[in-house]
């Protein structure tokens, strides 16, 4: 157990629903990620989250929408989906500090990811 | 960009082998780089964390190493076990852009007991 929870573990959705993916902290970390991990590709940034404002957003498409109410816990809204968005989406959450030089992470936890199966 | 190889793509050993997984990186701005471990279906655990000033990082069996200046790291696993089967994935993070990580493709390890 690496403290991030992820929920659901599975989801298959039609291209035309509309649901969200949870994921929550309990390490008092103020930094929290989604990444999309697809087969035989890296794993890439979807958006970041730091103090709940979001600082990046890696032109991901509008029909996903990430939410971030709290320190501690991190939405992801998926409406009108296309089956090429089906992948295995993973949320981390880290420390995040200043250090010389500019700003800097410490290690990410990634929670056990959500399976999502777009038909 | 930053680009982050991982070669081999694959790897199979017998128990009790030491083996050596490699990393390289394009940009050697990093400001940390960082492995991990993910086994089928599920997340990823972080194995250890080397900071741009250090060159090697020691967990139980594992040794990683920095060299920043040819952009390269690698994670030498010692006396393998079949419970060392996994996927090891090597990231780094960049100064200028703050808190992103960027990944490989990572190794697929299979020790046969």
């Known amino acids: 157990e690496t403290g991030v929870t992820q929920t659901p573990r599975h989801l298959v959705m039609g291209m035309t629903n509309k649901k969200s993916l949870k994921c929550e902290q309990h390490l008092g970390h103020n930094a929290m990620y989604w990444y999309k991990q697809s087969a035989k590709k890296p794993l890439e940034l979807m958006f970041v989250y730091n103090f709940k404002e979001q600082t990046e957003n890696n032109s991901v498409p509008s029909r996903f929408s990430p939410e971030c109410p709290n320190s501690s816990h991190l939405f992801l809204h998926l409406h009108t989906l296309q089956p090429e968005d089906s992948a295995l989406y993973l949320c981390?959450?880290?420390?995040?500090?200043?250090?010389?030089?500019?700003?800097?992470?410490?290690?990410?936890?990634f929670g056990p990811g959500t399976r999502l199966l777009v038909l | 960009k930053q680009e982050v190889t991982q070669i081999p793509a694959a790897l199979s050993v017998p128990e009790g082998e030491n083996l050596v997984l490699n990393c390289s990186f394009t940009?050697?701005?990093?400001?940390?780089l960082q492995w991990f471990r993910q086994d089928p279906g599920k997340g990823l655990t972080s194995l250890l964390l080397i900071q741009s000033s250090q060159r090697e990082q020691t967990s139980g069996r594992l040794n990683a190493s920095l060299d920043k200046s040819s952009g390269r790291s690698t994670l030498y696993i010692a006396a393998s076990q079949p419970g060392d089967s996994a996927t090891y994935l090597c990231?780094?993070?960049?100064?200028?852009?703050?808190?992103?990580?960027?990944f490989g493709t990572g190794t697929s390890l299979t020790v046969i007991p």
């Open positions: 990231a780094v993070s960049l100064r200028r852009t703050g808190n992103q990580f960027y």
């Open positions: 940009d050697s701005a990093i400001y940390n």
């Open positions: 981390a959450s880290s420390a995040k500090g200043r250090g010389s030089g500019g700003q800097y992470q410490e290690t990410q936890y």
